[in-house]
């Protein structure tokens, strides 16, 4: 069966960094662009990065500069590298394939707070 299983998040301070990483499993990953998303309390999900299978990159404008998604397709794994972290920032994020079949992780709690 399909797995996405999100880790990495946890409490930061403003201006601190962390990597989030997505596990697949189930599909073929390699043949799969994937995403990472947030939700802010009380918001609706919200796009925050997509790679496409060969590697391109797109962003929302709010973590521009700021994000970087990779992956590893060995590894079968999505990565989200935060940088400059605000408090804004504070959200559940979630990895979601997207094309061709979309699938969704469950989630892991980022908080940055002094």
């Known amino acids: 069966q399909v797995q996405l299983v999100e880790s990495g998040g946890g409490l930061v301070q403003p201006g601190g960094s962390l990597r989030l990483s997505c596990a697949a499993s189930g599909f073929t990953f390699s043949d799969y662009r994937m995403s990472w998303f947030r939700q802010h309390p009380g918001k609706e999900r919200e796009l925050v990065a997509v790679?496409?299978?060969?590697?391109?990159?797109n962003y929302a404008d709010s973590v521009k500069g700021r994000f970087t998604i990779s992956r590893d397709n060995a590894q079968n794994t999505v990565y989200l590298q935060m940088n400059s972290l605000k408090p804004e920032d504070t959200a559940v994020y979630y990895c979601k394939a997207l094309w061709p079949n979309i699938y969704w992780g469950q989630g892991t709690q980022v908080t940055v707070s002094s």
């Open positions: 790679i496409t299978n060969t590697g391109i990159t």
